[in-house]
């Protein structure tokens, strides 16, 4: 009795074991993954979120420059008439 108990024993152990060596092998594939992404993205020279919403404010704040630029040419030209 006392054999089968140290048998289920080691079992249990082993078992636990084996489960944490399989959830570091899943950490250390994500982070190869992860890693490789990373470089596969970088190499097909897309920007990120952050330079992409900065190219924009500065493109909007172009146009609107632009738009008041007519407006003061158009007042001008009206008033050499």
Excluded: P
């Amino acid at each position: 009795m006392q054999t089968r108990n140290k048998i289920m024993d080691d079992l249990s152990q082993l078992m636990t074991n084996a489960m944490g060596v399989a959830q570091g092998a899943k950490d250390e594939a994500e982070t190869a993954m992860s890693s490789m992404m990373d470089r596969w993205l970088a190499n097909r020279n897309l920007v990120t979120r952050e330079e992409f919403d900065a190219v924009r404010a500065m493109a909007q704040k172009a146009r609107e420059e632009n738009e008041a630029l007519k407006a003061r040419i158009a007042a001008l030209e009206g008033n050499a008439d």
